[in-house]
Every structure is written in structure tokens, then in C-alpha cells.
């Protein structure tokens, strides 16, 4: 694919992402969040993120020249928070998730405290020969 079809089929998934070239030699897809606005450049470790603040962008992805294909359209298909529902259903699912896993966790660490007390009950309540 080419440049140009890429950034046209950017505008048609998002027309807010933009593809820039970086000062690097890196390809960068972006999306406006913002007016631009003046920016201290030493607050910023390289170059190319300066601009892209400055320009009221956020980075999305970054890519390699060889990595100029169909690939871009699927990771922003499979990360869209909107296609997913929105951050709200992606926090409440983070949330069971974390829940759900504390849960079989206690449940695990319950079970093996409740065989060690067992272990040691049945330890202290034999009768050993002398």
C-alpha cells in the first residue's frame, strides 16, 4: 500500500488520524485531541513527540516502512474502545476481571490453608507408638 492510500483509508476508518513521517525515519499514526498550542520542547524526550503535542495529536501506533500494510487497520480495529463499547463496559470488564481473579485467589489460598490445618490436626492427634 501506499502513503496516500493509507492516510485515505485512515480518514475513512477515523478522519481524525493523520500519518506522519517522523524525523527518525519512523511512520506515525496520530489523532487530533486537541487545538494546538505553544509547548516547552525540553519538556519532551524526542523530537518527534514534541511536534506531535504541539500539534494537539496523541500517538496511536508506530511503524517501520515494512510495516505499511493491512496490519495498521487491524490493531486499530481490535484496540477500538468505541467498537468495544466505550471506556465505561472496557472499565467495568477490567473490573470483574480483577475481581474474579481475587476471588478464585482467596478461594485457592483458603483451600490450602484449610489442608495444612487439617495436616496438622490430624499430625497432633495421632497416636505414635513409644
Not at 506531535?52 to 495529536?57: L, P, V
Not at 517501520?64 to 500494510?69: G, V, Y
Not at 473490573?95 to 485457592?108: F, H, M, T, V, W
Request: proline share 2%; hydrophobic share 30%.
Amino acid at each position: 500500500m501506499t502513503t496516500k492510500e493509507i492516510e485515505y483509508r485512515l480518514k475513512e476508518y477515523d478522519q481524525h488520524l493523520r500519518l506522519r513521517e517522523g524525523v527518525q525515519g519512523e511512520w506515525r499514526v496520530e489523532r487530533k485531541i486537541r487545538h494546538g498550542m505553544p509547548m516547552n520542547p525540553a519538556n519532551f524526550r524526542h523530537w518527534d513527540d514534541y511536534v506531535t503535542a504541539r500539534e494537539g495529536y496523541c500517538l496511536i501506533l508506530r511503524l517501520q516502512s515494512n510495516q505499511m500494510d493491512q496490519r495498521i487497520f487491524f490493531t486499530l480495529w481490535a484496540n477500538d474502545m468505541q467498537r468495544q463499547g466505550g471506556a465505561r463496559v472496557l472499565c467495568d470488564n477490567l473490573d470483574d476481571a480483577y475481581y474474579s481473579r481475587l476471588e478464585k485467589s482467596s478461594a485457592a489460598w483458603g483451600d490450602k490453608v484449610e489442608y495444612q490445618a487439617k495436616e496438622r490436626w490430624q499430625s497432633w492427634n495421632t497416636n505414635y507408638p513409644k
